[in-house]
């Protein structure tokens, strides 16, 4: 399944989301906390789907990042001269 499909198959759940939000309404009232706290949430989770179908979109969305190659060769130690060891103290000082 693609993006796209994956994202359009949310946003249907999300619709259906929003139709069982308006039946609870006009059963339990508008009013109550719990009722406008979840009203809040299926808004947000709308707005949030909708920022990211247009990350999606993009053409940036569909480059992969360029990999970056970790050499295992150890780190040259003159690299390391003017710093402690680190939890140890100073060199010329002795360890707690």
């Known amino acids: 399944m693609s993006v796209h499909d994956d994202l359009i ?25 719990e009722m406008r706290r979840v009203r809040t949430d299926a808004e947000h989770l709308r707005e949030s789907v909708a920022l990211l179908r247009a990350v999606a979109a993009s053409p940036a969305a569909q480059q992969r990042p360029e ?30």
């Open 9 to 33: 198959a949310v946003q249907r759940c999300l619709d259906d989301l929003n139709r069982s939000v308006g039946r609870l309404e006009k059963q339990l009232g508008r009013g109550g906390l």
């Open 67 to 96: 990999l970056v190659t970790i050499s295992d060769t150890p780190y040259d130690p003159a690299l390391w001269t003017d710093s402690d060891d680190e939890g140890l103290g100073a060199r010329d000082r002795r360890a707690p």
